[in-house]
């Protein structure tokens, strides 16, 4: 006994795909008696004739995957696209650099390891760039004071 007909009615009153639509296999003649939109509701309602669930893609892998990279993880040389520049722009790696300068100039201020003079020239060097990085800045000091 072929049902595809009352399938494919089914999917178009129930307005889901073909494939969702589930016959029950006791009632063939109930089935096969089906031949208008009313007779389907009828067999719907009484449980012979029901729509499979969907079935989603998993996203357990994703959530994995998404807490890895929460944790700067999966961050390897393969993970990156674009250069070392785009990555981190010219502009913020020079913020982030003058600014550690800078406070580590204050703070050798503050605490008088340097004259407000070498201060003001550090200051100035830092702001042309001479420096590299705090380590520069501090072995610049220690060769100043010899």
């Known amino acids: 006994m072929n049902t595809r007909q009352q399938k494919e009615l089914a999917a178009r009153v129930l307005n889901v795909g073909k494939d969702r639509v589930w016959l029950t296999p006791e009632n063939p003649e109930d089935l096969s008696a089906a031949i208008t939109r009313h007779d389907i509701r009828g067999l719907v309602d009484k449980g012979i004739i029901k729509v ?63 004259d407000p003079e070498v201060y003001t020239k550090m200051y100035k060097l830092s702001s042309s760039g001479f420096f590299r990085n705090k380590s520069h800045l501090k072995l610049y000091i220690k060769k100043l004071k010899e």
Do not use: D, Y
């Open 52 to 114: 499979r669930p969907l079935v989603g893609q998993s996203r357990v892998r994703a959530r994995k995957i998404a807490l890895q990279k929460k944790k700067s993880l999966r961050t390897g040389p393969g993970s990156r696209k674009g250069t070392a520049k785009t990555r981190l722009p010219k502009k913020e790696a020079w913020m982030k650099k003058i600014r550690a300068l800078r406070a580590e100039l204050l703070r050798l201020k503050e605490k008088k390891l340097i």
